[in-house]
């Protein structure tokens, strides 16, 4: 008769422990210093508020840089389309500026470790055919910042 009655409370009990180990783990980075955003956050924060998007600072590995004839870029994955790359951006004009700030060329940060402090938004990027929009497009979560005192590598 006893083990009849905590039947109930042992199976309360296994339901509780099996929910908890669902719980997917926090990102190791993010845990490491309290308030860096991951870019995986960054993009699920940006998609949840499009409108106010998530500022803070973003801890991110460059994976990828480009320049433009007005806009550089620091991506966190190879390819600056994919939907969890966080995609940061600064006035091509401020180049050198951001090379003296991180005492190297913009090439060698692939690799690097880079804390940038923002707001990061997600914008629509529509394809173009001789300028016109295709009505094809996708979505990017991006970081535009104005000052390049914004970007420090990261401990």
């Known amino acids: 008769m006893r083990a009849v009655a905590l039947l109930p409370l042992l199976l309360l009990t296994a339901g509780c422990a099996h929910q908890t180990a669902m719980t997917a783990p926090k990102s190791p980075v ?6 860096w955003i991951t870019p ?30 007005h806009r550089l870029y620091l991506n966190s994955e190879r ?3 994919h ?9 091509a004009a401020q180049r050198e500026a951001l090379q003296k700030q991180l005492g190297m060329p913009l090439e060698r940060l692939v690799n690097r470790r880079l804390l940038v402090t923002g707001t990061a ?3 629509r990027i529509d394809f173009t055919t001789d300028g016109k ?13 104005n000052d390049p005192r914004q970007v420090r590598f990261a401990p």
């Open 121 to 123: 938004h997600r914008a």
């Open 79 to 81: 390819d600056y389309r």
């Open 133 to 145: 929009p295709t009505g094809k497009y996708y979505f990017q979560t991006q970081v535009k910042i």
């Open 40 to 69: 995986a956050e960054a993009v699920f924060a940006a998609n949840e508020d499009p409108q106010r998007g998530i500022s803070g600072t973003f801890v991110f590995t460059v994976k990828n840089t480009d320049v433009t004839e």
């Open 30 to 35: 993010a845990t490491m210093v309290p308030g």
């Open 83 to 91: 939907q969890l790359a966080l995609n940061v951006s600064l006035d």
